[in-house]
Protein backbone atom coordinates (compact mmCIF):
# COMPACT_ATOMS: atom_id res chain seq x y z
CA UNK A 1 0.00 0.00 0.00
CA UNK A 2 0.96 3.72 0.05
CA UNK A 3 3.42 4.58 3.06
CA UNK A 4 4.83 8.25 3.31
CA UNK A 5 7.57 9.01 6.20
CA UNK A 6 8.52 12.22 7.94
CA UNK A 7 11.17 12.40 10.86
CA UNK A 8 9.11 13.14 13.16
CA UNK A 9 11.24 15.78 14.89
CA UNK A 10 13.67 18.76 14.09
CA UNK A 11 15.08 21.29 16.20
CA UNK A 12 16.80 24.46 15.19
CA UNK A 13 17.59 27.87 16.05
CA UNK A 14 16.12 31.17 14.87
CA UNK A 15 17.74 32.52 11.72
CA UNK A 16 18.92 28.86 10.57
CA UNK A 17 16.95 27.01 7.50
CA UNK A 18 15.39 24.37 8.45
CA UNK A 19 14.55 21.23 6.09
CA UNK A 20 12.05 18.84 6.59
CA UNK A 21 11.96 15.91 4.49
CA UNK A 22 9.34 13.69 3.48
CA UNK A 23 9.78 9.92 1.48
CA UNK A 24 6.95 8.02 -0.36
CA UNK A 25 6.22 4.58 -1.89
CA UNK A 26 3.38 5.70 -4.54
CA UNK A 27 5.21 6.51 -7.63
CA UNK A 28 2.03 7.82 -9.51
CA UNK A 29 1.56 11.23 -6.93
CA UNK A 30 1.00 14.18 -9.04
CA UNK A 31 0.38 16.53 -6.24
CA UNK A 32 2.91 16.78 -3.43
CA UNK A 33 1.53 19.07 -0.73
CA UNK A 34 3.03 20.50 2.77
CA UNK A 35 0.67 21.44 5.57
CA UNK A 36 1.41 23.24 8.78
CA UNK A 37 -0.96 23.02 11.83
CA UNK A 38 -0.25 24.94 14.64
CA UNK A 39 -1.58 23.83 18.55
CA UNK A 40 -4.88 23.39 18.46
CA UNK A 41 -5.56 24.52 15.17
CA UNK A 42 -6.59 23.68 11.73
CA UNK A 43 -4.17 22.44 8.90
CA UNK A 44 -2.96 25.04 6.84
CA UNK A 45 -1.89 24.66 3.49
CA UNK A 46 1.52 26.15 2.79
CA UNK A 47 2.97 25.16 -0.92
CA UNK A 48 2.38 22.53 -3.18
CA UNK A 49 4.25 20.90 -6.15
CA UNK A 50 3.44 19.03 -9.10
CA UNK A 51 5.61 15.93 -10.03
CA UNK A 52 6.77 17.23 -13.38
CA UNK A 53 8.72 19.69 -11.44
CA UNK A 54 12.02 19.10 -9.20
CA UNK A 55 11.54 22.34 -7.26
CA UNK A 56 9.19 25.07 -6.55
CA UNK A 57 9.98 28.05 -4.48
CA UNK A 58 7.66 30.90 -2.58
CA UNK A 59 9.22 33.44 -0.17
CA UNK A 60 11.15 31.55 2.65
CA UNK A 61 9.75 28.31 1.06
CA UNK A 62 11.73 25.97 -0.94
CA UNK A 63 10.21 22.59 -2.10
CA UNK A 64 12.51 19.93 -3.58
CA UNK A 65 11.08 16.68 -5.36
CA UNK A 66 13.54 14.22 -6.07
CA UNK A 67 11.32 11.65 -8.42
CA UNK A 68 13.98 8.62 -8.64
CA UNK A 69 14.41 8.28 -4.78
CA UNK A 70 10.73 9.63 -3.71
CA UNK A 71 12.05 12.47 -1.62
CA UNK A 72 10.39 15.47 -1.03
CA UNK A 73 11.42 18.47 0.83
CA UNK A 74 10.45 21.79 2.89
CA UNK A 75 13.61 24.20 3.48
CA UNK A 76 12.34 27.56 5.78
CA UNK A 77 14.73 29.72 5.06
CA UNK A 78 15.08 32.29 8.19
CA UNK A 79 13.40 30.36 10.59
CA UNK A 80 11.51 32.13 12.74
CA UNK A 81 9.40 31.20 16.67
CA UNK A 82 6.23 31.64 14.61
CA UNK A 83 6.96 28.71 12.57
CA UNK A 84 7.50 26.52 15.36
CA UNK A 85 4.60 24.15 14.45
CA UNK A 86 3.40 20.13 13.23
CA UNK A 87 4.58 19.91 9.18
CA UNK A 88 2.79 17.30 7.15
CA UNK A 89 3.52 16.18 3.69
CA UNK A 90 0.44 15.15 1.66
CA UNK A 91 0.15 13.06 -1.49
CA UNK A 92 -2.68 13.34 -3.97
CA UNK A 93 -3.60 12.54 -7.33
CA UNK A 94 -1.83 9.05 -7.88
CA UNK A 95 -3.57 5.95 -8.88
CA UNK A 96 -5.70 5.14 -5.76
CA UNK A 97 -7.00 8.35 -5.58
CA UNK A 98 -6.25 9.02 -1.90
CA UNK A 99 -4.61 12.00 -0.15
CA UNK A 100 -2.07 10.49 2.31
CA UNK A 101 -0.44 12.39 5.05
CA UNK A 102 2.77 11.40 6.59
CA UNK A 103 2.93 11.14 10.44
CA UNK A 104 4.34 15.11 10.89
CA UNK A 105 7.17 16.37 11.45
CA UNK A 106 7.60 18.71 14.52
CA UNK A 107 10.09 21.72 14.22
CA UNK A 108 10.96 23.60 17.40
CA UNK A 109 12.56 26.92 16.71
CA UNK A 110 15.29 27.77 19.66
CA UNK A 111 15.30 31.80 19.84
CA UNK B 1 -17.71 30.55 -1.47
CA UNK B 2 -16.29 30.02 1.18
CA UNK B 3 -14.00 26.82 1.45
CA UNK B 4 -14.92 23.72 2.88
CA UNK B 5 -17.73 23.70 5.89
CA UNK B 6 -17.93 21.20 9.05
CA UNK B 7 -20.81 21.05 11.62
CA UNK B 8 -20.87 21.48 14.45
CA UNK B 9 -17.45 22.13 15.20
CA UNK B 10 -17.43 20.58 18.11
CA UNK B 11 -19.57 17.81 19.75
CA UNK B 12 -19.52 16.16 23.54
CA UNK B 13 -21.29 12.93 24.05
CA UNK B 14 -22.09 10.04 26.19
CA UNK B 15 -20.86 6.81 25.62
CA UNK B 16 -23.09 4.73 23.84
CA UNK B 17 -25.13 7.71 21.74
CA UNK B 18 -24.96 8.28 18.38
CA UNK B 19 -23.62 11.22 16.67
CA UNK B 20 -23.54 12.33 13.06
CA UNK B 21 -21.46 15.12 11.39
CA UNK B 22 -21.82 17.21 8.38
CA UNK B 23 -19.38 18.48 5.10
CA UNK B 24 -19.60 20.47 2.87
CA UNK B 25 -17.33 20.92 0.38
CA UNK B 26 -16.79 23.00 -2.32
CA UNK B 27 -19.01 23.54 -4.54
CA UNK B 28 -17.50 22.19 -8.02
CA UNK B 29 -15.16 19.85 -6.06
CA UNK B 30 -16.57 16.28 -7.03
CA UNK B 31 -13.58 14.11 -4.97
CA UNK B 32 -14.50 14.39 -0.85
CA UNK B 33 -12.20 12.87 2.34
CA UNK B 34 -12.61 12.10 5.94
CA UNK B 35 -9.96 11.95 8.30
CA UNK B 36 -9.91 11.15 11.94
CA UNK B 37 -6.72 13.06 13.85
CA UNK B 38 -5.71 12.17 17.47
CA UNK B 39 -3.75 14.21 19.63
CA UNK B 40 -0.03 14.65 18.56
CA UNK B 41 -0.65 12.22 15.51
CA UNK B 42 -1.53 12.91 11.86
CA UNK B 43 -4.81 12.80 10.03
CA UNK B 44 -5.40 9.49 9.35
CA UNK B 45 -7.58 8.13 6.41
CA UNK B 46 -11.07 7.46 6.74
CA UNK B 47 -12.81 7.12 3.31
CA UNK B 48 -13.36 9.33 0.48
CA UNK B 49 -16.13 9.78 -2.48
CA UNK B 50 -15.80 11.02 -5.78
CA UNK B 51 -19.66 12.40 -6.46
CA UNK B 52 -21.71 10.01 -4.40
CA UNK B 53 -19.46 6.92 -4.72
CA UNK B 54 -18.05 5.76 -1.82
CA UNK B 55 -14.16 4.43 -3.26
CA UNK B 56 -12.44 3.25 -0.38
CA UNK B 57 -13.05 2.75 3.17
CA UNK B 58 -10.27 2.49 5.77
CA UNK B 59 -9.64 -0.84 7.32
CA UNK B 60 -9.91 1.88 11.01
CA UNK B 61 -13.40 1.97 10.42
CA UNK B 62 -15.62 -0.41 12.21
CA UNK B 63 -18.96 -1.23 11.60
CA UNK B 64 -20.07 1.34 13.90
CA UNK B 65 -18.69 3.85 11.44
CA UNK B 66 -20.63 4.85 8.02
CA UNK B 67 -20.20 8.19 5.65
CA UNK B 68 -22.67 9.38 2.84
CA UNK B 69 -22.83 11.46 0.07
CA UNK B 70 -26.51 11.15 -1.35
CA UNK B 71 -26.20 13.87 -3.92
CA UNK B 72 -22.71 14.18 -4.55
CA UNK B 73 -22.59 17.28 -2.65
CA UNK B 74 -22.64 17.33 1.23
CA UNK B 75 -21.29 14.28 2.95
CA UNK B 76 -22.54 12.86 6.86
CA UNK B 77 -20.31 10.76 8.98
CA UNK B 78 -22.17 9.07 11.38
CA UNK B 79 -20.77 6.77 14.47
CA UNK B 80 -22.94 4.52 16.26
CA UNK B 81 -22.63 3.63 20.23
CA UNK B 82 -19.83 5.69 20.76
CA UNK B 83 -16.83 4.53 22.54
CA UNK B 84 -14.29 6.95 24.26
CA UNK B 85 -11.54 5.78 21.65
CA UNK B 86 -13.58 7.95 19.11
CA UNK B 87 -13.08 11.11 20.88
CA UNK B 88 -10.76 12.86 17.87
CA UNK B 89 -11.02 15.55 15.62
CA UNK B 90 -12.80 14.66 12.41
CA UNK B 91 -11.42 16.27 9.35
CA UNK B 92 -13.20 16.62 6.05
CA UNK B 93 -11.73 17.73 2.95
CA UNK B 94 -12.11 18.35 -1.04
CA UNK B 95 -10.95 18.46 -4.32
CA UNK B 96 -11.35 18.27 -7.58
CA UNK B 97 -10.75 15.03 -9.79
CA UNK B 98 -7.12 15.69 -10.19
CA UNK B 99 -6.16 16.90 -6.79
CA UNK B 100 -4.62 20.61 -7.79
CA UNK B 101 -5.09 21.76 -4.53
CA UNK B 102 -6.76 19.70 -1.30
CA UNK B 103 -8.77 22.23 0.87
CA UNK B 104 -9.65 21.40 4.54
CA UNK B 105 -12.29 22.04 6.87
CA UNK B 106 -11.49 23.32 10.38
CA UNK B 107 -12.81 19.94 11.44
CA UNK B 108 -15.44 18.90 14.09
CA UNK B 109 -13.61 18.30 17.54
CA UNK B 110 -15.98 14.74 19.05
CA UNK B 111 -15.23 14.08 23.09
CA UNK B 112 -17.11 10.92 23.71
CA UNK B 113 -17.42 10.96 28.06
Known amino acids: GEDVEQSLFLSVREGDSSVINCTYT??????LYWYKQEPGAGLQLLTY?????DMKQDQRLTVLLNKKDKHLSLRIADTQTGDSAIYFC???????????FGQGTTLQVKP | DTGVSQDPRHKITKRGQNVTFRCDPI?????LYWYRQTLGQGPEFLTY????????KSRLLSDRFSAERPKGSFSTLEIQRTEQGDSAMYLC???????????FGQGTRLTVV
Open chain 1, 90 to 100: LLGGGNTGKLI
Open chain 1, 49 to 53: IFSNM
Open chain 2, 93 to 103: ASTDRVNTEAF
Open chain 2, 27 to 31: SEHNR
Open chain 1, 26 to 31: DSSSTY
Open chain 2, 49 to 56: FQNEAQLE
